[in-house]
């Protein structure tokens, strides 16, 4: 009977300790989409730019350094810096303003004159840097995202 109940507390003791230590919430890329794009009058684009958290904890997004490509040709460089807290599984955007190359600016504009029924395939590669739970070290995340812009039907110079 003492060896059971030495083995009993034993056990208890190890399960008192296995729930005394910090629970370790899992980390998972962000995904990157535009949410709208904007030409300006002087030909730069303003860009809501929607980040979705996916991870099981909330993240401190700071920085997008991005590529984005239109039509598989390099359109502009994207280096943002913010401060946005976005809770688990859940998504908000940020603004950032972008200089795009000529030939981004053309194809824009060949699906502007296509009306609503013009798409043009684009990609966010990069990294995206956030603090998991608000505080400690930035950790980089990889960011690849694939998508497709359309104008948006009775708004001019705008996409979707």
């Known amino acids: 009977m003492p060896r059971l109940l030495k083995w009993i507390i034993l056990a208890l003791l190890a399960i008192a300790l296995t729930a005394c230590?910090?629970?370790?919430?899992?980390?998972?890329?962000?995904?990157?989409?535009?949410?709208?794009?904007?030409?300006?009058?002087?030909?730069?684009?303003?860009?809501?730019v929607r980040i979705l958290n996916?991870?099981?904890?909330?993240?401190?997004?700071?920085?997008?350094?991005?590529?984005?490509?239109?039509?598989?040709?390099?359109?502009a460089r994207i280096d943002a810096r913010f401060k946005l807290g976005i809770p688990?599984?859940?998504?908000?955007?940020?603004?950032?303003?972008?200089?795009p190359?000529?030939?981004?600016q053309a194809a824009l504009a060949a699906i502007a004159s296509q009306?609503?029924?013009g798409t043009l395939a684009y990609s966010l590669t990069g990294t995206a840097t956030a603090i998991p739970g608000g505080r400690g070290k930035p950790r980089q995340f990889p960011v690849k995202s694939n998508d497709w812009l359309s104008a948006v039907p009775g708004v001019a110079n705008t996409y979707r």
């Open 88 to 99: 688990a599984l859940s998504a908000d955007t940020t603004n950032v303003d972008i200089t």
């Open 115 to 117: 009306g609503s029924n």
């Open 21 to 48: 230590g910090s629970t370790r919430q899992s980390m998972f890329p962000p995904t990157l989409s535009v949410q709208q794009l904007r030409v300006q009058p002087d030909g730069h684009w303003h860009m809501q």
């Open 101 to 104: 190359s000529a030939a981004a």
């Open 54 to 75: 996916n991870s099981y904890g909330s993240m401190s997004f700071r920085r997008l350094e991005l590529i984005m490509h239109i039509d598989n040709q390099p359109a």
